[in-house]
């Protein structure tokens, strides 16, 4: 999808310079005819002044006319930039590798080992829907707990995580940084803006889970209130069939701090307004306690695994169950921005 959108804006450049191009080349051939009547004629002086005023004005239309063009090229461009970049970004597509035997009677069975393979987000999307017996599918966008920051590799985060632990299909989107109105460093937040990105009409999710907030402290609480109510509004649109879940903030010392429960109670307040069945797991308020990394505030895969869990348990709870063990394996394409990653990534 996002090479029919650059190849869109490629013909239209080219067809802009194009016309553009014989026009130019049409003035200059009536030009260069009138410099060679007007100076082959009685009062050639008089004439050659007003040819060089002719060209002056010639060139000054031609010039223009290139200027339009370039202008409209880029608008173009920059008009399909956000949804062309978002489908042609590299995803790491988690399979299962090749199956183990079964584990003994009585042994709980074990993570099927994942390979990752880069692939575009679009195609990977594909998979997904061309699935012959489909399975569930969750779309999850979110910050650096998203993305894998902690652990430093993306598999490990919660996401991927809640993924295995439903047996469902999983497109994940984790930006750190990003939040309902923070865009984050490299500039692909807000919330509004990834969940677009994920293409959710196509997808069809059963699902649809938003982990922000950490990152809009100090962000007026209207404002916050506004964002929050837009991504949600968004979700319903695209996706009229999937729960919606926000999974809001975390705190780095116990308790929080006052910006913080106010961010915290924005997005609570907003999000089960705009959707009274949404499913709210609230980390602040349920003081939730799991390993850390050494910044304080991210997990560690220890951590990411409990936080798993503890998601599964609350959706669960909301009648969001596994699909059963098929020969189905699940597709999880996973974007993780700025975080440690699988060699085979390069988004």
Request: proline fraction near 8%; charge should be positive.
């Amino acid at each position: 999808m996002g090479t029919k959108v650059h190849c869109r804006a490629l013909s239209r450049t080219v067809a802009c310079f194009a016309w553009h191009g014989s026009v130019y080349l049409t003035a200059g051939y009536a030009f260069i005819r009138g410099t060679h009547v007007a100076c082959c004629r009685p009062g050639a002086a008089r004439r050659r002044w007003a040819v060089t005023q002719r060209r002056h004005r010639i060139a000054a239309v031609a010039a223009a006319l290139v200027a339009c063009c370039l202008a409209f090229s880029a608008w173009v461009i920059v008009r399909h930039r956000d949804e062309a970049g978002s489908r042609a970004v590299s995803s790491v597509l988690l399979e299962p590798g090749q199956h183990s035997p079964a584990p003994p009677r009585g042994r709980p069975p074990e993570r099927p080992a994942m390979l990752s393979v880069a692939t575009p987000l679009a195609a990977c999307e594909k998979r997904i829907e061309r699935q012959a017996h489909r399975l569930p599918t969750v779309a999850i966008v979110g910050a650096s707990y998203t993305a894998g920051t902690g652990p430093g590799n993306p598999e490990l985060s919660w996401a991927v995580g809640l993924a295995r632990l439903l047996h469902w299909n999983a497109v994940i989107y984790g930006v750190p940084g990003a939040g309902y109105v923070r865009t984050s460093a490299s500039g692909r937040g807000p919330m509004s803006r990834m969940l677009s990105q994920e293409q959710l009409r196509d997808l069809g999710p059963a699902l649809v889970i938003v982990q922000a907030g950490h990152d809009d402290v100090g962000v007026p609480p209207g404002l916050e209130g506004r964002r929050v109510r837009a991504a949600v509004d968004l979700i319903r649109a695209a996706a009229p069939g999937a729960r919606i879940a926000l999974l809001t903030t975390f705190a780095v010392a116990p308790g929080g701090s006052p910006a913080l429960w106010q961010t915290d109670h924005a997005i609570v307040a907003a999000g089960t307004a705009a959707d009274p069945g949404a499913i709210v797991m609230d980390p602040l308020t349920g003081r939730w306690t799991y390993p850390r990394a050494g910044d304080g505030l991210h997990p560690t895969s220890a951590g990411d695994a409990w936080i798993a869990r503890t998601v599964a348990a609350a959706l669960r709870a909301h009648g969001v169950l596994p699909a059963p063990a098929t020969s189905t394996a699940p597709v999880i394409c996973d974007v993780s921005v700025g975080a440690g990653k699988p060699v085979s990534a390069t988004a």
